[in-house]
Each structure stands twice: as structure tokens, then as C-alpha cells.
């Protein structure tokens, strides 16, 4: 079992910045891949960002490079996403979620953290 616990959301206005956290405790293993999604009302949730837990190798949705890092504190089993240059288009509900490496499924996710950017 793996709990993702995501905290940080909050209301900012565009151009601003926010760092969310993802704290990831239980069975925690080295091949573990966190991922960030975001869903927006009336959306599909969407890829936002992934880091290895094992070598902090990192992937990023288009719409958030150059925007948007992720980031690993193995010590603070946390992972976090620093957001820059915040956009009324990156309003969503942001979630965590953990899958094994070199498959797709992700098996567990954190009841996620509202952020919202006004103009």
C-alpha cells in the first residue's frame, strides 16, 4: 500500500507561483514513478509531470515546460511541483499518483489540491 497526501493548492493570480507537495509514505520502493495530473471542470485529466524515484529523471507535459519543475526529497519521502508563470489555463484540481516503472497503470493517487489562478 502507498498514501499520497498532496497539499500547497491555494488561489494565485496569474503570472505568480505555487509549490505544491506530494508526501508519499507506505511500501515505498526504488522503482516507483510519482506523477503529477490535473483535471479542470468539465476536463479530462491530463499528464502533468513524472519523476523517477530512483535516479530523479523527469518528463513534462508541452503545455507546463519551462513553467513547471518537479522535484524528489527522498529523505522527506515528498516530491514536489514548482509552478511559474501560472496561466488561467493551469486552474485544475492537482493529484499525485504512484505507478512502477516501465508500466502505465497507476495504482494509487491523493485526493489532490485545488489551485486556481485569476486574471
Known amino acids: 500500500q502507498v498514501q499520497l497526501v498532496e497539499s500547497g493548492g491555494g488561489l494565485v493570480q496569474a503570472g505568480g507561483s505555487l509549490r505544491l507537495s506530494c508526501v508519499v509514505s507506505?511500501?515505498?520502493?526504488?522503482?516507483?514513478?510519482i506523477s503529477w495530473f490535473r483535471q479542470a471542470p468539465g476536463k479530462e485529466r491530463e499528464f502533468v509531470a513524472r519523476?523517477?524515484?530512483?535516479?530523479?529523471?523527469?518528463g513534462y507535459a508541452d503545455s507546463v515546460k519551462g513553467r513547471f519543475t518537479i522535484s524528489r526529497d527522498n529523505a522527506k519521502n515528498t516530491v514536489y511541483l514548482q509552478m511559474n508563470s501560472l496561466k488561467t489555463e493551469d486552474t485544475a484540481v492537482y493529484s499525485c499518483?504512484?505507478?512502477?516503472?516501465?508500466?502505465?497503470?497507476?495504482?494509487?493517487w491523493g485526493q489532490g489540491t485545488q489551485v486556481t489562478v485569476s486574471s
Open positions: 507506505g511500501r515505498i520502493f526504488s522503482y516507483y514513478v
Open positions: 519523476i523517477s524515484w530512483n535516479d530523479g529523471s523527469t
Open positions: 499518483a504512484s505507478r512502477a516503472s516501465g508500466t502505465s497503470s497507476y495504482g494509487y
